[in-house]
């Protein structure tokens, strides 16, 4: 993990209230693992003080880029939308655990709902780049909230919509519970906590590994203050900024 001084390359819409950044990502940062986080704010504001969680889309180490897909939701989301290319920003990166790579023999079935798309891409994008195959599913309220651009090419890509204006009305976990229960399904997973508990609910019936990657709040980002508790189903605690964001999915209580 360092600090960095960086800039935003470019920024661009994907989806109603969604937008790409592409940042400058040194070599001497370190490359990111798919489920990893930095924590971000631009420079020379005062608002906002606080650094803000992302998860990594991309990284590309050969152009030294990495892309965040961001949702605006408050005063710190909103400032970063409003950035033009060249904006000089703070970083502290690359942070957290991220996806394992599944074990040989099984089917990865990647599924990403709401914002939570980010570490889902950059999974789909790693395992094709070790020749991995892969099943790909995006659950969205609405097509105007579907980042279609996004949208990984070739096989085993599918989308769901809540009110069936893209893709297959139902949801992701609907997906997901459409598959053969004998198949050896291996569930990697970030979205919101309704679709992460029905992925958890198919993952224990199935006996299906699911790693899943949570979205907490954060306050320190590096594990020093308990900000980020994420309460487990046996008791206790994981730190989602440090023993996570990926989390067996089994092991968290979800509701
Ligand atoms: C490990 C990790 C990875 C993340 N990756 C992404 C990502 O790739 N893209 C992305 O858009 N966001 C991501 N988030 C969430 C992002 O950090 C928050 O949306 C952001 O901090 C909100 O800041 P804000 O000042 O704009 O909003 P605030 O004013 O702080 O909050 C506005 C509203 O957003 C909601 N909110 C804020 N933070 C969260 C959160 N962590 N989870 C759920 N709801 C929240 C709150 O309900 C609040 O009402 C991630 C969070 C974590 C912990
Ligand atoms: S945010 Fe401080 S321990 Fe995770």
Redesign the pocket.
Known sequence: MVRIDTELLSKRRVAEG?FELRLRWPSGAGAPAAGQ?LTLRARGGGD?LLR??????SHDAAEDEAT?????????????ATLEPGAKLDLLGP??RGFAFPERGTEPVLVAGG?????VLFLRASLDAAGVASRFILGARTAALVPESLLPRGAGVEVRTDDGSLGTRGTAADAVAALPRDARVALFA?GPKPMMAALDRIAAERGWPYQA??????AC?VGACMG?AVPLKGGGYSR??AD??VLDGRLVKWD
């Not at 990657?213 to 954060?218: L, Y």
């Open positions: 969604y986080f906002p803000r969680p992302f998860a990594f889309a965040l897909v961001i949702q605006e939701r408050g005063s710190a989301t909103r400032a970063l942070l957290g914002i939570g798309v980010g570490p970030c990657a949570v979205e907490e709040w954060m980002g980020c989602a900024c996570g964001p």
